[in-house]
C-alpha cells in the first residue's frame, strides 16, 4: 500500500482554499500510483476554528466539504479531519477523521482525548468518542488516532483512557495519526518522546501528519513522518513548509531504511518559526508590507532583521523617531541598520510634539515634577505617528517588545505595546541577544554597537533598563519559573535568589497583567506564552 503524506498550509474558514489544496494533492498522489492519502486534523476548516464551531453555517460548510471531497475520492481513499454534529447527549460536535472511498464516506473516526491545557480547549466544543474502531484496507486493519489520541503516554497523568491500547486490542496493524500541534521550542523532542513510547508499548507503525502554517499566535512546524514497528524514523517531512511526500506499506511494516533527521539547534528554529509567522500572518491577513518603530535599541532591530527576513526589506518601512533624549548614536545606529538590511526608512522627530504636548498638559499638571507620565508621552506619541502610517499606508505595524517588558510591565500600554502581530512577545531578553548574533552569524547585519549597548527606552537623561530592574540574566531566571515553570515564590526563594528581588519581581508581573490582557498577538514559540496559552484573572489576589 503506497501512502501519501500530505502536510499543507490551511487558512481557517476558508474551505474553497483548503479543499481546492487537498483536491491537488489527491490528484497528484493519484498520478504517483498512491493507495492514500492522508490529511492533517481539521484539515477541512483549519486548527484551531474556536468559536467559529458555535456558527451553523460553519459547521454545515464542514459536512459539504468533507462530502465534496469525497466524491473526488475515486480510485484512491483519502484520510480528512473534520467536524460533524452530535445528535446524542453532550457537547453539539465530534471531531473526526473520515476514511474516504469510492466517492463516499465509508468510516467516520471520533477523537477520543480532548486537550483542555495551554492552548487547548476542545472540550469547550467537542464531545469525546466513547470508543475506538478499526477498519480494513488493501488487507490491512488500520486504526485512526487524532492527534492528543496518542499523547496519553506523555500526559498519563489528565487521561484514563489509552486509544491505542484499545486499537491494539482490536487487531491495528497500523496507525493514522493526523494532528494539528503547533510549535514550541523543545516540542519535536517531545513527539519523538510520544512516538517512541507508543512504539514501545504497542509495536504499532506510525504515519504521522501533522499541518503547516501560522494561525496568529499558533505556529504549525509539520515535522510531519513515518515511525516503523520498531521506533525508527524512515519518512520525515520538512519543518515549516508544505509537502507531499510518498511511502509504501509492506505487509506488516514500512518498506524503507532510517532517516536520519537532524534537529535545527534553539536559537535556529526559533528565528525560522518566528520569521515564518510574521509571513504566514501577513498573508492570511491581506497585509503586503509592514512598519515598525526603529529605535536603535536590540529589540526594534531584531524585529526589523525578522521582518525583512519574512517579507522581503522592500517590503519594510522603518520609522525613526527621536526624541530629546534619544542619542545620537541610537539614530546612527538605527540608519545603519537599515542601510544593512536594506529596508526603507524615515525620520520623523517628536521633539517639537512633545513640547506641544508638555505645554497643553502644564495647567492640568499644576506644575507637578516630572515622572514616568512625561516618559509615557514619548512612547504614545511615537505610537499616533506610526498608526498613522498604518493606517494611512495599509502596513501591518509590528510590536517590538520582549517577553522579559512584556512580563513586569516595562512597557508603556497605548505607546509600546501597541501593533498588530508581536513577533518577540514570546521571548526572553537574554534569547533576544542570541537571535541578533544567529543573525550577523555570516556577516554584520544588525550593528555590533546595538548588540553591546547597554539597554534603555531613552526617555529621560542617562536611562538605563537596570534602573528599574535587574541584570537580564537573572530577571530571565526568575520569569521562566515563575511564568513558564508556575512555581511559587517560596520554590524560586528556595533556590537561592534573592527574597526580596523575587518578591518585586513577581509582583511587578502580577500588576501587569491587565497590560498584557491588551497586548497584540504574540506568536507563541515557547511552552508558555502570553495569550491564549495563559489566562489569568486581571483583578486576583496572588499572595
Not at 516630572?370 to 501591518?396: F, H, P, V
Request: charged share 25%; net charge negative; with cysteine.
Amino acid at each position: 500500500m503506497k501512502i501519501a503524506l500530505a502536510q499543507l498550509n490551511y487558512r481557517i474558514g476558508d474551505f474553497e482554499l483548503n479543499t481546492s489544496k487537498m483536491y491537488e494533492a489527491i490528484t497528484e498522489a493519484k498520478s504517483q500510483g498512491a493507495d492514500l492519502v492522508v490529511f492533517s486534523e481539521l484539515s477541512v476548516c483549519g486548527y484551531p476554528p474556536d468559536d467559529l464551531l458555535d456558527y451553523e453555517w460553519f459547521v454545515e460548510k464542514c459536512e459539504q466539504s468533507m462530502e465534496a471531497i469525497a466524491q473526488s475520492c475515486q480510485g484512491i481513499a483519502a484520510v480528512v479531519g473534520g467536524v460533524m454534529r452530535n445528535r446524542d447527549k453532550g457537547r453539539g460536535l465530534f471531531n473526526v477523521s473520515c476514511f474516504l472511498q469510492n466517492g463516499r464516506i465509508e468510516h467516520v473516526v471520533r477523537k477520543t482525548l480532548l486537550p483542555t491545557y495551554d492552548v487547548f480547549s476542545e472540550s469547550r466544543y467537542f464531545e469525546p468518542a466513547d470508543a475506538c474502531q478499526i477498519f480494513e484496507f488493501k488487507g490491512v486493519k488500520i486504526g485512526i488516532a487524532i492527534c492528543e489520541d496518542i499523547w496519553d503516554v506523555y500526559n498519563e497523568f489528565l487521561y484514563e483512557k489509552s486509544p491505542l491500547q484499545h486499537l491494539k486490542n482490536e487487531g491495528a496493524q497500523l496507525i493514522i495519526h493526523p494532528s494539528a500541534s503547533p510549535f514550541n521550542v523543545g516540542k519535536i523532542r517531545m513527539r519523538d518522546k510520544v512516538f517512541s513510547g507508543n512504539i514501545e508499548r504497542f509495536g504499532l507503525p506510525i504515519v504521522y501528519v501533522n499541518q503547516v502554517g501560522a494561525n496568529a499566535d499558533l505556529i504549525f512546524d509539520g515535522d510531519s513522518q513515518v515511525i516503523n514497528a520498531d521506533g525508527k524514523t524512515v519518512k520525515q517531512l520538512p519543518l515549516f513548509e508544505e509537502k507531499v511526500d510518498y511511502i509504501t506499506f509492506g505487509k506488516n511494516d514500512f518498506l524503507g531504511v532510517p532517516v536520519h533527521f537532524s534537529e535545527p539547534e534553539e536559537t535556529a528554529l526559533m528565528h525560522d518559526a518566528i520569521v515564518y509567522g510574521i509571513r504566514d500572518y501577513c498573508k492570511k491577513s491581506g497585509f503586503r508590507k509592514i512598519i515598525l518603530g526603529s529605535s536603535g535599541g536590540i529589540d526594534s532591530a531584531l524585529v526589523q532583521a525578522l521582518a525583512c527576513k519574512a517579507v522581503g526589506p522592500e517590503n519594510v518601512l522603518a520609522l525613526l523617531m527621536p526624541s530629546p533624549y534619544s542619542s545620537e548614536g541610537s539614530v546612527n545606529d538605527a540608519k545603519q541598520l537599515s542601510i544593512n538590511l536594506g529596508n526603507d526608512f524615515r525620520i520623523v522627530p517628536i521633539s517639537d510634539i512633545f513640547s506641544t504636548y508638555l505645554n497643553t498638559l502644564q495647567p492640568a499638571f499644576e506644575k507637578l515634577p516630572q515622572d514616568i507620565t512625561e516618559e509615557n508621552l514619548q512612547a504614545r506619541i511615537r505610537a499616533n505617528l506610526l498608526m498613522a502610517m498604518s493606517n494611512k499606508m495599509g502596513y501591518l505595524l509590528l510590536n517590538t517588545s520582549n517577553k522579559s517588558e512584556m512580563s513586569v510591565g516595562y512597557s508603556t500600554l497605548y505607546g509600546d505595546m501597541c501593533g498588530g502581530l508581536s513577533p518577540i512577545g514570546d521571548v526572553w531578553k537574554t534569547k533576544v541577544y542570541g537571535l541578533a548574533r544567529y543573525i550577523n552569524r555570516d556577516n554584520e547585519i544588525i550593528p555590533n554597537a546595538i548588540l553591546i549597548k547597554a539597554p534603555s527606552a531613552e526617555l529621560r537623561p542617562g536611562q538605563k533598563d537596570t534602573d528599574s530592574l535587574p541584570e537580564y540574566a537573572i530577571l530571565d531566571e526568575i520569569l521562566h519559573w515563575y511564568v513558564e515553570e508556575r512555581r511559587s515564590r517560596e520554590e524560586i526563594k528556595a533556590q537561592g535568589y534573592d527574597s526580596a528581588m523575587v518578591d518585586k519581581i513577581i509582583n511587578m508581573v502580577n500588576r501587569a497583567e491587565y497590560k498584557r490582557f491588551q497586548s497584540p498577538p504574540i506568536l507563541r514559540v515557547t511552552s508558555k506564552a502570553f495569550g491564549r496559552g495563559r489566562q489569568m484573572p486581571l483583578v486576583a489576589f496572588h499572595g
